[in-house]
Nanobody, 121 residues
């Protein structure tokens, strides 16, 4: 069993930055495919970015060049650095740990409780 807890969300103006953290109850980031997802009001949850145990990263087109996914050397914490934030980035952000990349857009694995990001002037 793995427990994940997100933090770092908040209210930020357009063009601002936030760094989200996802703390795992044990070593996760080199055992699982780790991903950040988000769900905006009235929309389905979408994959934002992921990182594989081997360190391969991938991003949804709308955040490429603005967001960076990374993990720390203790293998327990996942990050999402978000720069140049836009109102369209407003959503609840969730982290996830999956056993397999093949289900990267599915609901499997372990989920955190989410952290709210609001981008507004």
């Amino acid at each position: 069993q793995v427990q994940l807890a997100e933090s770092g969300g908040g209210l930020v103006q357009p063009g601002g930055s936030l760094r989200l953290s996802c703390a795992g109850s044990r070593s996760v980031s080199t055992r699982y495919v780790m991903g950040w997802y988000r769900q905006a009001p009235g929309k389905q949850r979408e994959l934002v970015a992921y990182i594989t145990p081997g360190g391969i990263t991938n991003y949804v087109d709308s955040v490429k060049g603005r967001f960076t996914i990374s993990r720390d050397n203790t293998e327990t914490t996942l990050y999402l650095q978000m720069n140049n934030l836009e109102p369209e980035d407003t959503a609840i952000y969730y982290c996830n740990a999956k056993a397999t990349l093949s289900d990267i857009r599915g609901n499997s694995g372990y989920w955190g409780q989410g952290t709210q990001v609001t981008v507004s002037s």
